[in-house]
């Protein structure tokens, strides 16, 4: 099946700086790519979608400014966590989807964000 | 907006025993229905996909009704094995892409 790699999967960070999530399709051409947080015991909330080439749709409640995204290429997105403070502490995961359905949606592994 | 519901939060049962997992929705229109499958800090693995038009799909031990009328759908995990302990999530979707979760049930299968 395709492949949808995150990185890094876990990372500290201290509060007021910047983090950087990488969300890459192995073996295929991502034209959708979607950022999900999820807090412990909790649902995974979808936080913004991001076609390729095109600014990103943020879901409402989420600050675009504070979650800056960029897909620049048909294999890569980016999530950057700016100023960064402990409630932003969080699981953060992409999915990616190559057509007109969701049914060919794939997930990336996650990232664990512990900021301190 | 779309609310996902899923009973119980926790399950822990001895292995060999049959699992029963739901989910409830608010909006009956859905697009199709996904059972998903997270391990500790991982990403999702997905089990089955309902279609709105389908009311069951089956894979392996896996076997998953739909209702939508009723807005419920139930997972079952036939002859559980330790290695099914995991956290299994429902999502729905309305609209091409968008899924809406529950907060998931997880599931502990003792030796």
């Known amino acids: 099946g395709a492949v949808v790699s995150q990185h890094p999967s876990r990372v500290i960070c201290k509060s007021g700086t910047s983090v950087k999530i990488e969300c890459r399709s192995l073996?295929?051409?991502?034209?959708?790519m979607f950022w999900y947080r999820q807090f412990p015991k909790q649902s995974l909330m979808l936080m913004a979608t991001?076609?390729?080439?095109?600014?990103?749709?943020?879901e409402q409640g989420v600050e675009k400014d504070k979650f800056l995204i960029n897909h620049a290429s048909l294999t890569l997105s980016t999530l950057t966590v700016t100023s960064a403070h402990p409630e932003d502490s969080s699981f953060y995961i992409c999915?990616?989807?190559?057509?007109?359905?969701?049914?060919?949606?794939?997930f990336g592994s996650g990232t664990q964000l512990s900021v301190l | 907006k779309q609310e996902v519901t899923q009973i119980p939060a926790a399950l822990s049962v001895p292995e060999g025993e049959n699992l029963v997992l739901n989910c409830s929705f608010t909006?009956?229109?859905?697009?199709?229905l996904q059972w998903f499958r997270q391990d500790p800090g991982k990403g999702l693995t997905s089990l089955l996909l309902?279609?709105?038009?389908?009311r069951e799909q089956t894979s392996g031990r896996l076997n998953a009704s739909l209702d939508k009328s009723s807005g419920r759908s139930t997972l079952y995990i036939a002859a559980s094995q330790p290695g099914d302990s995991a956290t299994y999530l429902c999502?729905?979707?309305?609209?091409?892409?968008?899924?809406?979760f529950g907060a998931g049930t997880t599931v502990t299968v003792r030796a």
């Open positions: 309902i279609q709105s038009s389908q």
């Open positions: 999915s990616a989807t190559f057509s007109a359905g969701v049914e060919k949606l794939f």
């Open positions: 991001s076609n390729e080439g095109s600014k990103a749709t943020y």
């Open positions: 999502a729905v979707v309305l609209n091409d892409y968008k899924l809406s």
């Open positions: 073996d295929f051409q991502a034209t959708t």
């Open positions: 909006d009956s229109a859905i697009y199709n």
